[in-house]
RNA sequence: GCGCUCUUAGCUCAGCUGGAUAGAGCAUCGGUUUUCUAAACCGAGGGUCGGUGGUUCGAGUCCACCAGAGCGCACCA
């Protein structure tokens, strides 16, 4: 139940029944006209800009227009208490008590649903996330877009979508071929005690690999050891496959299971490169010819090749792409058309990939591709998240590939526990770099707004144990006939607010504005439980040692809320903290 | 040189696709526990929304230019 929009649709009639007989003009749009949350400071519940928009087809003042407008809206809506026009031309609604016993009503009664937004179009979702070169366990940098895109499409899901989380395996290609020399090398050093060549900077020095070669050794008793050439198809197989059980027991800890992996090993071997690359040279994007050298590079070590390319530039790229190196083989890029192509062939309404700050550079090519294989400019969407910055005792910390000083995933779930890594990567926008200071969310875990919230659903489950009821199970009310009070009805219509919340977080992909939203509505419970201290009659629990009807559907709707949104999120909500 | 993202209180950030007197947390200062969980609450101070123009009834939000920060820019993946 989205009041909002149950009432833009009601206003909208009415100016459509207006326009019919002649007394009001109306645009070809009505896109600009919208219900809204007023400011804090003006005493009502919802406010509409109609008079605002329509004052220049009308050619009359917002002012006039609201002022005849507001006796019309009045005459069709009993449970308005007041209705009055402010400054630009606002129309403000103030409803009546018993309006939000109509709400409390509808929501309990369809409490799971709450916030669904129903006016979406069901669509089938395809969402590319994390995607890390199996090289290895995850580390910190992973993080962020892996909870991102788990959350998105969580959000998805709870609006009645059909989504598929997917994670694109890059085991193909030199990294992959040096991460299984990598292997090999640390393999002699443990069985015929052959010094690891630290000086090639090629290779992965973390310590990882020495289990990783540990775990080989113990699982094969067939496989020689002697030359790499000679068992490099069947040691890549194995190396990938224990670097791959690294990151899904990393990704399961974050609390991320995808639905599918797909392998670009199996994209090349599958000839779908070439059937894709096929498509373009049907629709005449791919050539041959030179990139030229950016501007202000130096120019001197600049070779001029001619290779395949791809026509990016037709869709807004700033130079057209390599499709293949100058030894004929498939560049990166390539397999990640075919892989595209793949995607496309599955029949997704919308595919969302998330990308790391440093693969941003990447949309504009990857967005062309689907662009020139779909012939639809929205098929794709790509969301960056930015970096995370780290902080340890207040300073800056760096990772170091050469080194291989990584501070890994398990490192930091150890550390800050899942729940608050998830809940603080998610408190802002992925748009914005992200402080992440390991001491401070450690030492000041009571200042962190996960278990804010938290407490807020521990309190309402406090008072439902006391009186031997169970926070989970259905409410059934049948007569609704309540007073809320002026610091009731805040927090209801802080509830009222949560479906527009979920509107915005899945239109614009942004998850941040739920852990924003479940923060706000937990101030307000904190704020209105306080106010128990000094009136009785603001306690849940009367001197009868029961809850009346009215405060305990309150309690549910709020509870349920922050249920609803925790689950998005992702993280738990106990009873008891 | 080019592209992407960003710049809002001392610090870290929200700001619902252009609306009304721009909001939180942290930090600082001062208060609140015989009562359902004080991991909480209440109060105070703190702002030229990086700058300059433009678009319009109306700009933190859109456009242009400028300044600053981060990331990226060949056949790596």
């Given amino acids: 139940m989205n009041i909002f929009d149950l009432y833009l649709d009601k206003i909208i009639i009415l100016i459509k029944k207006l326009n019919k007989d002649g007394s009001l003009e109306i645009p070809e749009t009505l896109k600009g006209i919208n219900v809204d949350i007023p400011p804090s400071n003006f005493d009502c519940d919802i406010s509409t800009n109609v008079a605002m928009v329509l004052s220049k087809v009308n050619k009359k003042s917002p002012i006039d227009i609201a002022n005849t407008l507001i006796d019309l809206i009045k005459n069709e809506d009993e449970k308005i208490e007041t209705i009055s026009v402010v400054k630009p031309g606002f129309i403000n ?38 995607s890390a070169n199996p090289t290895g366990p995850l580390h910190v940098g992973h993080c962020r877009g892996a909870i991102l895109g788990d959350v998105i499409s969580n959000i998805l899901i709870f609006n009645k979508h059909d989504v598929s989380k997917e994670y694109y395996v890059n085991d193909y290609g030199n990294q992959i071929i040096n991460f299984t020399k990598s292997v090999f090398f640390r393999i002699r050093e443990i069985l015929f005690n052959e010094k690891f060549p630290i ?15 540990k775990n080989i050794i113990e699982s094969n008793n067939v496989l020689k050891f002697d030359k790499f050439e000679d068992v490099s198809k069947e040691l890549t197989l194995l190396s990938v496959s224990e670097s791959l059980k690294l990151i899904k027991s990393n990704l399961s800890n974050l609390g991320i299971v995808h639905d599918k992996f797909t392998s670009e090993t199996d994209i090349v071997l599958n000839n779908e490169v070439q059937k894709a690359i096929d498509k373009l040279m049907d629709k005449k994007l791919v050539y041959s010819g030179k990139i030229k050298a950016p501007k202000g590079e130096d120019d001197q070590n600049w070779v001029e090749r001619e290779q395949l390319l791809f026509k990016s530039t037709d869709f807004g790229d700033d130079k057209d792409r390599a499709l293949q190196k100058s030894d004929k083989s498939w560049t990166y890029f390539a397999s990640d058309v075919a892989y595209h192509d793949n995607k496309l062939d599955r029949n997704y309404d919308t595919l969302i990939n998330i990308l790391g700050a440093d693969h941003a550079g990447y949309i504009k090519r990857i967005t062309a591709v689907v662009e020139a294989l779909s012939g639809d400019k929205k098929k794709l969407i790509c969301k960056v998240s930015q970096l995370v910055k780290l ?76 009186v031997d009821l169970n926070i989970g199970n259905d409410l059934d009310i049948k007569d609704y006939e309540f007073e809320y009070t002026e610091d009731e009805i805040r927090i209801l219509k802080k509830i009222a607010e949560w479906p527009k919340c979920i509107e915005a977080a899945s239109l614009r992909l942004e998850p941040h504005r739920i852990p924003v939203y479940l923060y706000e509505l937990s101030s307000e419970f904190h704020s209105y439980w306080n106010m128990g201290k000094d009136d009785p009659s603001k306690r849940f629990i009367n001197e009868q040692k029961k809850i009346p009807n009215d405060k305990l559907v309150f309690l549910k709707v709020i509870s349920n809320v922050i249920k609803s949104g925790m689950d998005i999120v992702g993280v738990e909500t106990p009873q008891k903290m």
């Fill in 391 to 466: 902080i340890k005792d207040g300073k800056p910390f760096k990772m170091s590939k050469r080194k291989g000083d990584y501070i890994t995933v398990e490192d930091l779930i150890s550390e800050v526990g899942r729940d608050a890594t998830r809940f603080i990567m998610l408190n802002r926008s992925s748009d914005v770099e992200l402080d992440f200071d390991f001491t401070k969310v450690k030492e000041k875990s009571k200042d962190n707004p996960l278990y804010y919230v938290q407490y807020c659903y521990a309190r309402i489950s406090s008072v439902f144990r006391h």
């Fill in 199 to 213: 000086e090639n900077s090629d290779l992965y020095p973390g310590d990882y690999l020495v289990d990783i070669a």
């Fill in 93 to 130: 609604i103030k409803f009546k008590q018993t309006y939000w016993n109509n709400f409390i009503k509808n929501v309990n009664q369809n409490c799971k649903d709450f916030g669904v937004n129903i006016k979406e179009k069901k669509q089938k979702y395809l969402v590319e996330f994390v």
